[in-house]
C-alpha cells in the first residue's frame, strides 16, 4: 500500500519561496498511469488543487497558482516536491501530497479524487 509524507518548514515569511517535499513509499512514482498531486487547504476554505507531476514528468498547474508554482521530482528518492514563489499570507494552510489514477485537473477537488494521500502539513506565511 503505497504511503505518502509531506515534509517543510511550518513558517515562510512572506516573499520568501515555500518548499515542500513528498516521500513515497510502498510504489514507484514512475508507476505508469499515476500521478502525484498537491494540494492545500487554507484555514475556513475548502481543498484548492495546485498542481501535478505524471509518471513521465510531465507537469500541469492550476491556473490561478501557475505562475508562482514549480513541481519537480527525483526518482532515485521517490520524491516530488512543490515550490510556491513569492507567498503572502494568504497562503497559509494545510498542505497535502495526494496520488491519483489518472490525469486529475479539479481546481475544487474532493477527498475522493485521489485515492492515497498524506497526512497534510501545516504551512503558516508571517513574518
Known amino acids: 500500500q503505497v504511503q505518502l509524507q509531506e515534509s517543510g518548514p511550518g513558517l515562510v515569511k512572506p516573499s520568501q519561496t515555500l518548499s515542500l517535499t513528498c516521500t513515497v513509499s510502498?510504489?514507484?512514482?514512475?508507476?505508469?498511469?499515476?500521478?502525484w498531486n498537491w494540494i492545500r487547504q487554507p484555514p475556513g476554505k475548502g481543498l484548492e488543487w495546485m498542481g501535478t507531476?505524471?509518471?513521465?514528468?510531465?507537469?500541469y498547474y492550476n491556473p490561478s497558482l501557475k505562475s508562482r508554482t514549480s513541481i519537480s521530482r527525483d526518482t532515485s528518492k521517490n520524491q516530488f516536491t512543490l515550490q510556491l514563489s513569492s507567498v503572502t499570507p494568504e497562503d497559509t494552510a494545510v498542505y497535502y501530497c495526494?496520488?491519483?489514477?489518472?490525469?486529475?485537473?479539479?481546481?475544487?477537488?474532493?477527498?475522493?479524487?485521489?485515492?492515497?494521500w498524506g497526512q497534510g502539513t501545516q504551512v503558516t506565511v508571517s513574518s
Open positions: 495526494a496520488r491519483s489514477r489518472g490525469l486529475k485537473i479539479v481546481p475544487a477537488p474532493t477527498r475522493t479524487d485521489f485515492d492515497s
Open positions: 510502498g510504489g514507484s512514482i514512475r508507476t505508469i498511469f499515476y500521478y
Open positions: 507531476i505524471g509518471y513521465g514528468g510531465t507537469t
